[in-house]
C-alpha cells in the first residue's frame, strides 16, 4: 500500500476499520433484538400498509346505475334492472327524516368522530371476545362504506376489520361528513333486490328518496341490520320491531318529539307491490330489450341508459283494451290477436300489442312474429300490376272460374270466400271486395317475382315462396311488417324502416345514438296513389266497411286466411297505420265462415282509432284555436314574424278553413261508386276481358329482369323512368310546431 497515494491509503484504512466494527456490532445481542423486531414490526406494517386499496378510488367509483326506458312525452315508462340496480340520489334529494334515521341506526356519533368510534369499538371486542367469534361490528358509517366499497362479502376477519378501520381514517380526511352520507345512502343494500336509497324507496313505497315520511324512512334504516332476512315477507314483524327501535333511537338523538314517537311507531306502512319493469305494456317493453341485445347494448352493463322510445301511452292503452275486449268476444277458433300501429311521419311504432290475457302465460309475441297473410297481401298484387302499366283500377276484369293444371295432383283451381263468380266488374271492385279469382288473374299478368320484388320495396321481409297461391295470401308475414308496407302506401311510395328507440342517452345526458327517419322512394308514386283510392274503396264500399271513420280519409284491407285460422284488418288514416291480426295458437283444422277480417279486426280497428282519436279531440280544438290566433297576428303583423313560419302559417290557416268543405266532398264521395263504362256488345266486352293463362303447374317463376338478390333485397328497387317524383323533406332537426300534432280530421294532403 506504500506505493499508493496517501489519501488513497487512508480511505482503504478507514473502511477496513469500520467494516470490523460492523462485524463486531452484527455480534452483540442489542443488534440482533433490534433486527428481531424489525421482522415483527416494521416489515408486516409496511406490507400491510403497501397491500391497502387506494383510497383515491371512491373519486372515480361509479354505482350500478339502471336503464331508464321513456314513452315519445319523455316520461319514464319502466326501470330495467341489473345485477344491482341503483339510481344515484344526491343528499340534498334526500329526506332529512331518512339521513336522521340512518345515522341513529347506524352510528349516533356520526358527526363527532373521525372515523372510528372507539366506545363502539370496546363494546363490539367485549362483546366478540365473549362469544369466540366477531358478532358485533361496532363500525361507522364510514368504516361501513369501505367495507362495502372495498371488501368481499362475508369477510368478518381481523385483518379486514383494521384494514377497514385504516381506510375510513383515511376516508374523514378527504371528504366531509356530507360526502360520505351520500355515498353511503346511494351504496348499501335495502333488501329486495333494492341497492341504495333511491331504488329502496321507489320499491318498497313507491316513492322518491325525497318523499320519504318519518316511519318509513325508519324501517328502511331498520333494514340495514339485516336487509336480506328482515326485508322478507314472513318477518314483517321483526322489521316492524326493529323499525320501532330506530324511532325510539331518533327519539334520543332529539329528531323525534315524545309525541311524534307514539305516533310514528303505531303509523301503518302502506307497501307497494313488488315492481316488475314487464309489468305496464310487456310486448313493447320486451322489444325493446330485444333491440338493445339486437344493437350488441348490455343491459347490464351498469353504467346507466336513457332510452327514449316512440311508444304513445293513451294509444297504447287504447289498443290492449280494445284488442283484449275484441278477442274477448270473438266466435269459437280466434283466442288470440296483436296489434302495430306506426306513425306515418317518423316510422316510429306507436303501439305494438303482442297478445291478449296475462302475459306470464301467453309471453309469445304475435305482433312480430309470422301469421299467415291471407287476401291482406292482395295490394302488392294489385300495385305490381299498377307499376307495369298493366292494369288501371277503371278497368273490368272478371271474376269467374279458373282451373290451373298441375304437373302432379288435381288442378288448382281457386274459389271465392262466398263460393260465387260474379263476371265482370272494374278492378277496383275486385280488391275492394277481395275476390281471388280476379288476385289470380292479376298475378299471372304481373308476374309473381314481381309481386314479390313490390312486396320487398314496401317493406316486407318475411320468406315469400313466388308461387302463384302468394297472390291469395299463403306466406306468413308479421303485423309489424304489414303495418310498415301499409305506410309505405300512405306515404304515396316513401319508405321509412319501423323504428322502435329514438335516442340513447348515457345517465349523464350524453347522446349515444340517435335514430332518425331514413326516406326511400322505393314504390312509383302514380301507381301508389292508384292503389290507395281502391284501399279508400275497401273501407267505403267493401269487405272493411266497419272500419270507416267519420270525416277521416282511410285506406284498408281485410284478410282471411284459408278456414279463418288467421284473420287481418290493416288500416291508415293520413297520421298512423295499424295492422291488426286474429287467430289462434294452436290452429284449429275447422273452417268458420262466421270470422272474416272484415267482420272481426275491421271492427277491432274502428273501435281503437275512434278511442283514440276521440281522446284528441281537446288537443285538436286547442291546436286549432291556437293556430288561429297566429294566423290573425300574422295578418296584423306580417312583417314581424320569419318568412319560413309566416308561409307555414299561411298554409295551416288556409287548411282548417277549407276542413268543413272538405268534410261534405268526402261524405259526397261517399255516395259515389265509380265504376267504368261497360261496353256495349259482346265484342266490346271480349277486347276488355282478361282471359286466365294456363300454366303447367302451380309454381311461377320470376321475371327474367328480377334477379333472386333483388327479390330478398328491399334495397335493390328499380330506377323508374319518370320525372323525379317530389321527394319527401328530409327529417326536420327539430321539430315544426305542427310535428307532433295529432292527425285529425280531415285531412287536406294528397293520398
Request: aromatic content about 8%; overall charge positive.
Amino acid at each position: 500500500m506504500n506505493h499508493l497515494p496517501h489519501w488513497l491509503q487512508a480511505l482503504l484504512t478507514g473502511l477496513t476499520t469500520a467494516y470490523f466494527a460492523l462485524i463486531g456490532v452484527l455480534r452483540t445481542r442489542m443488534f440482533q433484538a433490534t433486527a428481531f423486531g424489525l421482522m415483527l414490526v416494521v416489515f408486516p406494517s409496511a406490507w400491510f400498509l403497501g397491500t391497502m386499496p387506494d383510497i383515491g378510488a371512491v373519486e372515480r367509483y361509479k354505482p350500478w346505475l339502471s336503464i331508464q326506458v321513456y314513452d315519445r312525452n319523455n316520461q319514464i315508462l319502466t326501470t330495467i334492472s341489473g345485477d344491482e340496480d341503483r339510481i344515484y340520489a344526491p343528499l340534498k334529494t334526500i329526506s332529512k327524516s331518512m339521513q336522521q334515521a340512518v345515522i341513529s341506526a347506524e352510528d349516533r356519533r356520526f358527526y363527532e368522530h373521525s372515523g372510528a368510534d372507539i366506545t363502539s369499538l370496546v363494546r363490539a371486542a367485549i362483546s366478540n371476545v365473549s362469544a369466540g367469534r366477531i358478532v358485533e361490528g361496532g363500525s361507522t358509517i364510514s368504516q361501513q362504506l369501505c367495507k362495502n366499497l372495498f371488501f368481499k362479502v362475508g369477510d368478518r376477519s381481523y385483518e379486514r376489520k383494521a384494514r377497514e378501520l385504516v381506510l375510513a381514517l383515511q376516508l374523514e380526511k378527504h371528504y366531509s361528513k356530507e360526502q360520505i352520507l351520500e355515498m353511503y345512502l346511494n351504496q348499501v343494500y335495502f333488501g329486495r333486490g333494492s341497492y341504495g336509497i333511491e331504488i329502496a324507496a321507489r320499491n318498497y313505497f313507491g316513492k322518491p328518496a325525497s318523499k320519504l315520511e318519518i316511519h318509513e324512512a325508519a324501517f328502511l334504516a331498520g333494514l340495514l341490520k339485516a336487509p336480506s332476512s328482515l326485508s322478507r315477507l314472513d318477518q314483517l314483524q321483526a322489521s316492524t320491531a326493529r323499525k320501532n327501535e330506530v324511532l325510539a333511537r331518533m327519539s334520543e338523538e332529539g329528531f323525534l318529539k315524545q309525541e311524534e314517537l307514539k305516533e310514528m311507531q303505531t303509523k301503518r306502512l302502506q307497501f307497494k307491490a313488488r315492481h316488475n319493469s314487464l309489468a305496464k305494456h310487456p310486448y313493447y317493453v320486451s322489444y325493446v330489450l330485444e333491440q338493445l341485445e339486437n344493437m350488441k347494448i348490455d343491459v347490464n352493463q351498469g353504467r346507466g341508459l336513457k332510452v327514449y322510445t316512440y311508444l304513445d301511452p293513451k294509444m297504447q292503452a287504447a289498443a290492449e283494451a280494445a284488442l283484449n275486449r275484441g278477442i274477448k268476444k270473438a266466435p269459437r277458433g280466434i283466442n288470440q290477436g296483436a296489434l302495430v300501429t306506426v306513425d306515418v311521419r317518423t316510422g316510429g311504432v306507436l303501439v305494438m300489442v303482442g297478445g291478449v290475457g296475462q302475459y306470464e302465460k301467453h309471453q309469445w309475441n304475435r305482433a312480430v312474429s309470422e301469421h299467415t297473410a291471407g287476401s291482406a297481401f292482395k295490394p302488392f298484387v294489385y300495385l305490381s300490376a299498377f307499376e307495369q302499366g298493366i292494369l288501371d283500377p277503371e278497368d273490368v276484369i272478371y271474376d269467374e272460374p279458373i282451373v290451373i293444371p298441375q304437373k302432379v295432383g288435381a288442378p288448382y283451381a281457386p274459389k271465392n270466400f262466398d263460393g260465387e263468380f260474379k263476371g265482370p266488374m272494374p278492378v277496383s271492385t275486385a280488391l275492394a271486395q277481395s275476390r281471388n279469382t280476379c288476385s289470380i288473374l292479376i298475378a299471372q299478368m304481373a308476374g309473381v317475382g314481381n309481386i314479390v320484388n313490390v312486396a320487398r320495396r314496401a317493406g316486407i321481409s318475411s320468406r315469400l315462396d313466388p308461387y302463384i297461391s302468394l297472390s291469395l295470401g299463403s306466406s306468413a308475414v308479421s303485423p309489424l311488417e304489414m303495418s310498415a308496407a301499409y305506410a309505405s302506401f300512405v306515404r304515396n311510395g316513401v319508405f321509412i324502416r319501423p323504428q322502435i328507440v329514438s335516442r340513447i342517452e348515457t345517465s349523464d345526458g350524453k347522446v349515444l345514438k340517435q335514430f332518425r327517419p331514413k326516406q326511400e322512394r322505393r314504390l312509383k308514386q302514380s301507381a301508389v296513389v292508384k292503389l290507395n283510392a281502391c284501399l279508400r274503396k275497401v273501407v267505403e264500399a267493401g269487405t272493411g266497411t266497419k272500419a270507416r271513420l267519420p270525416g277521416v280519409p282511410v285506406i284498408g284491407k281485410t284478410g282471411t286466411a284459408d278456414g279463418a285460422t288467421d284473420v287481418w284488418f290493416v288500416g291508415g288514416t293520413p297520421g298512423e297505420v295499424t295492422a291488426l291480426w286474429g287467430g289462434t295458437d294452436k290452429p284449429i283444422h275447422k273452417k268458420n265462415n262466421a270470422i272474416t277480417g272484415g267482420n272481426l279486426m275491421a271492427g277491432i280497428w274502428h273501435q281503437y282509432t275512434s278511442s283514440y282519436m276521440h281522446s284528441r279531440k281537446g288537443e285538436w280544438k286547442a291546436q286549432l284555436a291556437m293556430r288561429t290566433v297566429e294566423a290573425k297576428r300574422l295578418a296584423a303583423n306580417p312583417d314581424k314574424y320569419d318568412p319560413r313560419k309566416k308561409k307555414m302559417l299561411i298554409a295551416l290557416a288556409t287548411k282548417f278553413r277549407s276542413a268543413q268543405r272538405k268534410t261534405a266532398d268526402l261524405a259526397k264521395s261517399r255516395q259515389r261508386v265509380r265504376y267504368a263504362p261497360q261496353p256495349a256488345g259482346d265484342m266490346q266486352v271480349e277486347a276488355k276481358r282478361v282471359d286466365a293463362k294456363p300454366v303447367g303447374e302451380v309454381r311461377v317463376e320470376p321475371a327474367p329482369t328480377v334477379l333472386d338478390s333483388e327479390i330478398h333485397s328491399p334495397a335493390s328497387a328499380p330506377h323508374y323512368g319518370e320525372p323525379a317524383a317530389r321527394p319527401l323533406e328530409a327529417p326536420m332537426q327539430e321539430p315544426a310546431p305542427d310535428i307532433g300534432a295529432p292527425v285529425g280530421p280531415p285531412h287536406a294532403g294528397p293520398w
